[in-house]
């Protein structure tokens, strides 16, 4: 009677052990896919860090030129005004110049 409860026990201990197994089984097969998946994900982030980087430098270069233009830009304004000033200054002097009409002769 002992003998055929340790069998018993056996054999539901070498059943416990077969499900353990296997169930450790299927969390190797999900860790190597969760690894897999891990990596790609690395290496996809790797990709990306990389074109942020070019982005960012591309952006630097456009604010740099960006600030040049707005430099000339307003160079152009105060030279533009200053042309304006110029035109307005001649025109005052071309009026001070000009005779007036003379006034049409009637006989």
Not at 13 to 26: F, P, Q, T, W
């Amino acid at each position: 009677m002992q003998q055929d409860e340790r069998q018993r026990k056996m054999k539901i201990m070498e059943v416990r052990m077969r499900e353990i197994e296997l169930s450790l089984s299927n969390v190797k097969l999900l860790l190597r896919e969760k690894v897999a998946q891990l990596k790609e994900q690395l290496h996809k982030n790797g990709k990306a860090d990389v074109l942020i980087g070019n982005l960012y430098d591309e952006n630097d270069v456009l604010l740099e030129v960006l600030e040049k233009t707005k430099q000339r830009h307003i160079i152009l304004e105060k030279k533009n005004f200053l042309l304006e000033e110029k035109i307005s200054s001649l025109n005052k002097i071309m009026c001070d110049l000009t005779p007036p009409p003379s006034l049409p002769y009637h006989y």
